[in-house]
Nanobody
Framework: QEQLVDSGGGSVQAGKSVRLSCKAS????????LAWFRQAPGKEREGVAV???????LYADSVMGRFTISPDKAKNTLYLQMNGVRPEDTGMYYC????????????????????WGQGTQVTVSS
């Protein structure tokens, strides 16, 4: 059964760091684009970072230079390292698997996601 399990997160002060994990099944990890979406209260879910099917890492402008994806192929896990977090980074973060090759962050589309993690909350206080 294909699945995604995301974890990490929590409450953190602005300027600090937090790391999210996305553990995938073998097939998802190796054949899908893996992305993180976030949803702030009252706002739409938005894509913030993705590792596409050819191993490229793409980031939204709002997190560029602060968030970094790193892989652990042995564990079929991707990590999202979030440095210098800001209150506007607060939200529920979801790992997502999309079967398409994502060529730009704006290619991310909720309707194209085939698998979702359960979500993990990140709360940044000022």
């Amino acid at each position: 059964q294909e699945q995604l399990v995301d974890s990490g997160g929590g409450s953190v002060q602005a300027g600090k760091s937090v790391r999210l994990s996305c553990k995938a099944s073998y097939i998802i990890y190796n054949l899908y684009s893996l992305a993180w979406f976030r949803q702030a209260p009252g706002k739409e879910r938005e894509g913030v970072a993705v590792r596409n099917t050819v191993g490229e890492y793409l980031y939204a402008d709002s997190v560029m230079g602060r968030f970094t994806i790193s892989p652990d192929k042995a564990k079929n896990t991707l990590y999202l390292q979030m440095n210098g977090v800001r209150p506007e980074d607060t939200g529920m973060y979801y790992c997502a698997a999309d079967p398409r090759r994502i060529n730009g962050i704006h290619d991310l589309d909720l309707k194209s996601v085939k698998y979702w993690g359960q979500g993990t909350q990140v709360t940044v206080s000022s």
